[in-house]
């Protein structure tokens, strides 16, 4: 099983519609986590962090399901500009540990049609 | 403030031949990583550096390493160089802490091995 797993999609949808994303993590020890955009042939930013309680910020919802270690990205509302590949991030953030780990999922390609 | 630097923007090699890649963080960000996305694949995570030292590394063999400067810049060393290393390079800065660790990332580097 691949430490952090994501549909590759393509997920396509009309301008308007909400779509979701999951991303499953197999390591149940993993605390910080996160979704990241990538434009075509540009660098991934940071589109928000996923916490524990969930998260919002406009039409963008992360929650975080420990239970069954998976993350999720909701967009309601979707825009032609929200067509990007998002990749999730699974990161243990303790310090100078040899266990420590970045692992980006190998995304999950939006595209919104008029 | 500036972000991320990287140079070259781009890079042509033969086989056998070695790579160097630079890299310099936003000031104040002590760590450094960097990332290889072979074309249509997600991020491979390679190599990270803090205060100087090399933290951890992904699965990547030995011709793959780096080095971080007193001024916290980066450089990675490709050495051997084979034609499926033909990729997008990704540096990307962060702080240590807090454990929000957002990761800031350059427009890479783009290996192109011949």
């Known amino acids: 099983r691949k430490e952090v797993e994501q549909d590759p999609g393509p997920f396509n949808v009309p301008e308007g519609a909400t779509v979701a994303f999951n991303c499953t993590y197999s390591?149940?020890?993993?605390?910080?986590f996160f979704w990241y955009r990538q434009d075509c042939r540009k660098e991934p930013k940071l589109l928000m962090s996923v916490y524990s309680s969930g998260n919002e910020d406009g039409r963008f919802t992360a929650q975080l399901n420990r239970a069954s270690q998976y993350i999720s990205l909701l967009i309601r509302d979707s825009k032609l500009s929200d067509s990007a590949t998002y990749l999730c991030?699974?990161?243990?953030?303790?310090?100078?540990?040899?266990?420590?780990?970045?692992?980006f999922g190998s995304g999950t390609r939006l595209s919104i049609r008029p | 403030e500036a972000g991320v630097t990287q140079s070259p923007t781009h890079l042509i090699k033969t086989r056998g031949q070695q790579a160097t890649l630079r890299c310099s963080p936003i000031s104040g960000h002590t760590s450094v990583y960097w990332y290889q996305q072979a074309l249509g694949l997600g991020l491979q995570f390679l190599l990270w550096?803090?205060?100087?030292?090399?933290?951890n590394r992904g699965n990547f063999p030995p011709r793959f390493s780096g080095r971080q400067f007193p001024n916290y810049s980066s450089e990675l060393n490709v050495n051997a160089l084979e034609l499926e290393d033909s990729a997008l390079y990704l540096c990307?800065?962060?702080?240590?802490?807090?454990?929000?660790?957002?990761?800031?990332f350059g427009p890479g580097t783009r290996l192109t091995v011949l």
């Open positions: 550096y803090d205060e100087g030292e090399e933290r």
């Open positions: 390591n149940s020890a993993s605390q910080s």
């Open positions: 991030v699974v990161n243990d953030p303790t310090p100078y540990s040899s266990a420590s780990k970045i692992i």
């Open positions: 990307a800065s962060s702080l240590l802490f807090p454990s929000y660790n957002e990761q800031f």
